[in-house]
């Protein structure tokens, strides 16, 4: 079995206790990572804390270096991104996009310019705006896209100045600590810090004196206890959290060119991604024939171990949420919903459920009410818009949401009325750097992406130069607002 380290002020580090991480499409242990002890993270704290004065300076070299780790990631694309399949479960296609995707996010935040804003430019003074790191930052991450997850943590917070230590899910920790091992020749000592182990090594890190932001991507629960625990020495907080993304279909979509263009941003990753649609709204009349046309995609979609060639959707990442997705389907269904397609788990070792579409879900229900995070739909019936819309935003979820129609300008007057960080017409799950990522209510902090990142791992610092004499020198008054 293979054994990964942890990557500490640049060396690799072992510790007494190892986690073991599962296959999710096997059931079968394949790999060994050390579990970060309270030592060792004392040491990581530390040493990224020394990395951070000369690495907050200097651009051009955290440019070079951004870079090269872009180089490394594609170099190793295919090795990382079989590992992100054996430990995640995700098809291999995906798991090496999502390797060459965080390549190209190191060299989008390389090349990003960070504006000095001027405010003020006259005889008076020159006053500007400018961003300074923050300093350490603990990186906390979730299972379900381990490199794009923390990619969109390190990329940002290095060209914003800063320094990382970076835990992954106990779940997926592999990819993780073999990042480590890439990038640990290339990134100066102390700089990235790769640190595994269970919920605990997360909670010392938001608890830790050193990092002074916490960048969590994970639920809801842990998001409220990690930042109540930063708000003890008032640590930036940067909170991705979970969501319930409505999708509501109007009375004039097509049913079948609805159902093929909204099926994978419901299904991508077994429906492990935060933004997934979660909640599909249909006007009553269309009901049979939007479900019909979302079963038929769901039965022709190849499921199995993500390194098989041709699977499209893998298993889910890990007993405990297997075991959910279950319950929470078998609960709507002794509720009354009926499974147009799917409803059981699939025979074998691994964690594998029928992709599932579920119609006739009584109000009230989990499946409807909590973020399901697998391959299973509920397809609710509405009469009027203002009602649908009502329902969407009747919920502490505020991610994102989807309005589709053959008139796109009414679809988006009721997608502006959702409250969610994002609304898209007739599409859903796309981001981009132009654009904040944010979660509204409970489901996040912060927001992400393009500049909304820098800000977070930044605070603004206001240049103040006079170029006059003072009120009290010209005026002999202090000025009024003293
Ligand atoms: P989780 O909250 O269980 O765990 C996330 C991370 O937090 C793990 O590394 C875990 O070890 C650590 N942790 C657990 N307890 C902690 C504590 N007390 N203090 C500090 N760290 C602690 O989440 P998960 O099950 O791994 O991930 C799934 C969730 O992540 C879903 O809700 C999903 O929607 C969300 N998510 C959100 C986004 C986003 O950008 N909004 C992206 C991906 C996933």
Not at 21 to 38: K, L, M, Q, S, Y
Not at 121 to 150: C, S
Not at 272 to 287: G, L, S
Not at 394 to 400: I, P, S, V
């Amino acid at each position: 079995m293979t054994q990964y380290t942890m990557t500490i002020d640049g060396q690799p580090a072992s510790s007494p206790g190892t986690l073991k991480v599962i296959n999710p499409a096997t059931g079968e242990v394949f790999a060994e990572v050390p579990d970060c002890t309270r030592e060792q993270l004392d040491v990581a704290m530390e040493s990224a804390q020394r990395a951070f004065n000369g690495w907050k300076d200097d651009y051009e070299k955290r440019r070079a270096v951004m870079y090269a780790c872009a180089d490394a990631l594609e170099a190793n694309a295919e090795e990382l991104g079989r590992l992100a399949t054996m430990e995640q479960g995700m098809p291999l296609p995906a798991g090496i996009g999502s390797v060459m995707g965080a390549a190209r996010n190191f060299r989008w935040y390389a090349d990003l310019d960070i504006p000095r804003v001027t405010v003020q430019d006259d005889d008076a003074a020159l006053i500007e705006i400018v961003r300074r790191p923050i300093g350490v930052i603990a990186a906390i991450k979730p299972w379900n896209v381990p490199i794009g997850m923390a990619v969109n943590t390190i990329a940002p917070a290095f060209r914003a100045g800063c320094t990382v230590v970076l835990k992954p899910s106990p779940y997926t920790p592999v990819v993780t600590a073999r990042l480590g091992e890439v990038l640990r020749d290339i990134v100066p000592a102390g700089v990235l810090t790769v640190v595994t182990g269970g919920n605990g090594v997360g909670q010392w890190m938001t608890e830790h004196p050193i990092p002074r932001g916490i960048s969590f991507t994970g639920s809801i629960a842990t998001g409220k206890r990690v930042n109540v625990a930063a708000a003890a020495d008032l640590k930036r907080v940067l909170l991705e959290l979970g969501g319930n993304d409505a999708a509501i279909v109007l009375d004039d979509a097509d049913p079948a060119d609805v159902a093929e263009k909204l099926f994978w941003p419901a299904f991508r990753n077994s429906g492990q991604i935060c933004m997934a649609v979660k909640r599909v709204f249909v006007p009553e009349e269309m009901e049979q024939l939007v479900v019909a046309a979302l079963a038929a995609k769901a039965r022709s979609v190849k499921v199995g171990n993500g390194l098989d060639e041709g699977t499209e959707l893998g298993p889910i990442n890990n007993k405990p949420q297997f075991d959910r997705v279950k319950d929470l389907v078998a609960e709507a269904i002794e509720q009354g919903a009926v499974a147009a397609v799917g409803g059981h788990s699939i025979e074998g070792d691994g964690y594998f459920f029928e992709p599932t579409i579920l119609t006739g879900v009584a109000e009230d229900t989990r499946i409807v009410d909590e973020e399901q995070f697998g391959p299973a739909l509920p397809v609710l019936t509405y009469r009027t818009v203002p009602e649908a819309i009502e329902r969407a935003n009747a919920t502490n979820y505020g991610l994102g949401a989807s309005v589709w129609s053959a008139d796109p300008l009414r679809a988006a007057e009721v997608a502006e009325k959702l409250e969610a960080g994002t609304v898209w017409v007739n599409t859903h799950m796309q981001l981009t750097h132009d654009a904040p990522f944010t979660g509204m209510k409970h489901s996040g902090l912060g927001s992400e992406m393009g500049l909304w990142s820098i800000y977070a791992y930044t605070d603004p610092q206001t240049v103040y130069r006079s170029r006059s004499q003072t009120v009290r020198e010209r005026t002999g008054e202090a000025p009024e607002a003293w």
